[in-house]
T-cell receptor, first 111, second 112 residues
Framework: DGGITQSPKYLFRKEGQNVTLSCEQN?????MYWYRQDPGQGLRLIYY???????QKGDIAEGYSVSREKKESFPLTVTSAQKNPTAFYLC??????????FGSGTRLTVV | KQEVTQIPAALSVPEGENLVLNCSFT??????LQWFRQDPGKGLTSLLL?????REQTSGRLNASLDKSSGRSTLYIAASQPGDSATYLC???????????FGKGITLSVRP
C-alpha cells in the first residue's frame, strides 16, 4: 500500500544533541512538508520541498534543517539551536495539491 | 496571509445526534479545503477534500460544504457515534503544491 512512513515513532534528545527524523513516501508525490504540533497551537509549518534538491522555510524554520536528495525522502534534523524541540512532528506529501497525505508522526522529547 | 479558525475548541454531544463543525478562512482565493481527523497521539487521516469549484463532498455519514464567498466550510456528521470522538481539523490550500494552513481543530466527544 502507498503511504508515508515516519520513523522513529518516539525519539529522545539530550541537551545539545542533533537528531534526525525520517520521512519516506512511496506515493510518487512531488511535494513534501514537515509540520510541528504543540498542544493548543495547531500545526505549524517548518519546511517544505516542492521538487528534489530544493526546499523552502516555513513559519518556524529556526533550529531545524532538511534535505531533499531523493523524491521519496525528506529527513528533518532538529539541531541543538532549537531550544524547545519537544513536540509531535508530522510529515506530509501531495501531488499537485490534490489532497495531502500525512504520516503517523514522531514524538520528540528532550531528556 | 491565510488564517483558519475553528470554533468551538471542544464539543460534547450524546450519541445519535447530528452535528455541524465549522471552519472559517480569511482568504477566499483557496485552491481546495481538506478536512482531517486526528486520534490522540496519531497522525492525520483525510476525511474529505473539496476543490474550489465544488460546493460539497460526501463520504458515508460525512458531508462537507464550501462557501468561498463567505469564507466558510462546514463538516456535517450524521447520527454521531462514540467512535467519532476525535479532533477534527480543517486546512485551506492556496495553490498546487502549496502549503496548508490549519485551524486549531475541534475536539469532539460523543457520549454513549
Amino acid at each position: 500500500d502507498g503511504g508515508i512512513t515516519q520513523s522513529p515513532k518516539y525519539l529522545f534528545r539530550k541537551e545539545g544533541q542533533n537528531v534526525t527524523l525520517s520521512c519516506e513516501q512511496n506515493l510518487n508525490h512531488d511535494a513534501m512538508y514537515w509540520y510541528r504540533q504543540d498542544p493548543g497551537q495547531g500545526l505549524r509549518l517548518i519546511y517544505y520541498s516542492q521538487i528534489v534538491n530544493d526546499f523552502q522555510k516555513g513559519d518556524i524554520a529556526e533550529g531545524y534543517s532538511v534535505s531533499r536528495e531523493k523524491k521519496e525522502s525528506f529527513p528533518l534534523t532538529v539541531t541543538s539551536a532549537q531550544k524547545n524541540p519537544t513536540a509531535f512532528y508530522l510529515c506530509a506529501s501531495t501531488y499537485g495539491g490534490y489532497g495531502y497525505t500525512f504520516g503517523s508522526g514522531t514524538r520528540l522529547t528532550v531528556v | 496571509k491565510q488564517e483558519v479558525t475553528q470554533i468551538p475548541a471542544a464539543l460534547s454531544v450524546p450519541e445519535g445526534e447530528n452535528l455541524v463543525l465549522n471552519c472559517s478562512f480569511t482568504d477566499s482565493a483557496i485552491y481546495n479545503l481538506q478536512w482531517f481527523r486526528q486520534d490522540p497521539g496519531k497522525g492525520l487521516t483525510s476525511l474529505l477534500l473539496i476543490q474550489s469549484s465544488q460546493r460539497e463532498q460526501t463520504s458515508g455519514r460525512l458531508n462537507a460544504s464550501l462557501d468561498k464567498s463567505s469564507g466558510r466550510s462546514t463538516l456535517y456528521i450524521a447520527a454521531s457515534q462514540p467512535g467519532d470522538s476525535a479532533t477534527y481539523l480543517c486546512a485551506a490550500n492556496t495553490g498546487a503544491n502549496s502549503k496548508l494552513t490549519f485551524g486549531k481543530g475541534i475536539t469532539l466527544s460523543v457520549r454513549p
